[in-house]
């Protein structure tokens, strides 16, 4: 099984991370991320997303994630 992890993004960035096909969660404690996607399809998503200027961060061990 895939390493999943989410995908910590800025408001503002929800449009572009859609434009990559991704799915984001909106929420008022956690701010926006696109949640439990493999790592490698997160490795690209940030590249992808710091090209065009966005800040973005992978969070590992996600409070209430999967547990392995």
Known sequence: ??????????????????????KVHRSLTSGARVRQIPREEAEIALDCLRDWGISARILEDVPGGPRS
Do not use: S
Not at 9 to 21: F, H
């Open 1 to 22: 099984m895939a390493d999943l992890v989410d995908l910590a993004i800025p408001a503002n960035a929800q449009a572009a991370a859609e434009a990559l096909g991704l």
